[in-house]
């Protein structure tokens, strides 16, 4: 699966070979919640845009369609007529941050669904049954994301119940990967690190975790509103006692600069919905930094949104003409600017992928990483 080709000090330079195809790493997931991305896009755009890996997650197409009909139609992949690998989130993040009503207990979690305040269970069984319905190419562990800030004691026992809810989700993948109508029978798993920002803990659970020998490690429970610098500690805490051979997943970063840091200390996959989300909203990313298009300076700018960018939208309309779009709430806006984000993201990942395997990855990161976390209008 997992081929690690080169390194530049923790920076790594990888493979990833599965059913659906193989990825480079670094590489950056495009976020497609409910097998779509948000902004009009569809999968056959993100081929055009570079995306190596669709991730869509198990709580909102456990709410609708419901995994059973996505199975019926032969799995995520024909559904949305996507042939590159797709990973599934486990519903975990979304069960405790959208649920305002939900009770943990330890065969799993008691919530109600914030679509329309329907009871429903999941624990780490129900979890790996859904995303064996939907036939994701990589399937996550059920676990519990804790905030940040949390007591210890509290981290400490959940850290050790998501433990207990790996093997169990382990075990049903075993099971169901076994089964004749699988859709997926190759279905991979990654095991994912929490522990708060409390040290002892992440390297006790990533440790744990590590003897499970599984397809590929996630560094969860970040991204949730601590510092940045808190961020690249916990990483950098973690880090040195996961698997040297297997992928290493930050789940829900980040800002490009994040990006490029999290590579410098050892990261190799990611997942964010900041280029989507910040794009209809008209934030937009480029070489030089990132601007917001909605303001007056551009009302008459004849130019691209990034002269160095040469995606759909950049080759063909000016940053006047998609200010003008947002200020008549055209629909149009968004999907012209979130189609410019992703390509950016995944332009990237590209050119970090280039500088790692030319050794000049840390060149790239000294210019860029401060650069492109600068506002430039």
């Not at 845009?49 to 419901?66: D, I, S």
């Not at 939907?134 to 850290?159: H, Q, R, W």
């Not at 990967?177 to 994912?192: E, M, W, Y």
């Not at 590209?350 to 492109?372: C, M, P």
Request: charged content about 25%; some cysteine; aromatic content about 10%.
């Amino acid at each position: 699966m997992f081929t690690l080709l080169k390194k530049e000090n923790k920076a790594r330079r990888g493979i990833f070979k599965t059913v659906h195809g193989d990825f480079a790493t670094p590489c950056f997931m495009n976020v497609g919640t409910s097998a779509a991305i948000k902004g009009g896009i569809s999968s056959v755009d993100l081929k055009t845009l570079k995306c190596q890996v669709e991730l869509c997650n198990t709580y909102h197409l456990h709410l609708r369609p419901g995994s059973d009909v996505i199975k019926t139609m032969g799995g995520i992949h024909k559904f949305m007529n996507w042939d590159k690998p797709v990973l599934t989130d486990s519903g975990g993040f979304q069960v405790f941050s959208l649920s305002k009503l939900r009770k943990i207990k330890e065969e799993g979690v008691f919530f109600n669904s914030h679509i329309d305040g329907r009871k429903i269970f999941m624990g780490p069984e129900e979890s790996i049954q859904i995303q064996s319905n939907l036939g994701s190419t990589i399937a996550m562990a059920f676990d519990e994301c804790v905030e940040n800030p949390a007591p210890y004691d509290y981290v400490k026992a959940s850290a050790e119940r998501t433990t207990r809810w790996l093997i169990r989700c382990i075990d049903e993948m075993k099971r169901l990967n076994s089964l004749p109508d699988t859709v997926n029978p190759h279905q991979l798993l990654f095991g994912i690190n929490q522990g708060s920002t409390y040290a002892d803990l992440r390297i006790q659970h990533m440790e744990t975790i590590a003897d499970l020998q599984l397809d590929g490690y996630a560094i969860g429970g970040l991204a949730v509103g601590e510092s940045a610098a808190e961020m690249y500690r916990i990483i950098e805490t973690v880090e040195p006692v996961m698997p040297e051979g297997k992928i290493r997943y930050l789940m829900g970063v980040g800002t490009p600069s994040n990006i490029i840091e999290a590579v410098a200390r050892g990261i190799d996959l990611f997942d964010c919905v900041m280029p989507s989300r910040n794009a209809r909203h008209g934030t937009v990313f480029t070489w030089g930094g990132y601007l917001h298009i909605p303001n007056k300076c551009y009302e008459t700018d004849s130019s691209p949104l990034d002269p160095e960018c040469d995606c759909p939208t950049c080759k063909d309309f000016s940053r006047a003409y998609l200010r003008h779009l947002f200020k008549a709430n055209e629909q149009l806006a968004g999907r012209l600017t979130v189609l410019h984000n992703l390509y950016f993201y995944n332009t990237l990942t590209e050119k970090i992928r280039q500088a790692l395997d030319n050794g000049e990855f840390e060149d790239f990161r000294k210019k860029y990483s401060e650069k492109l976390s600068t506002r430039i209008g």
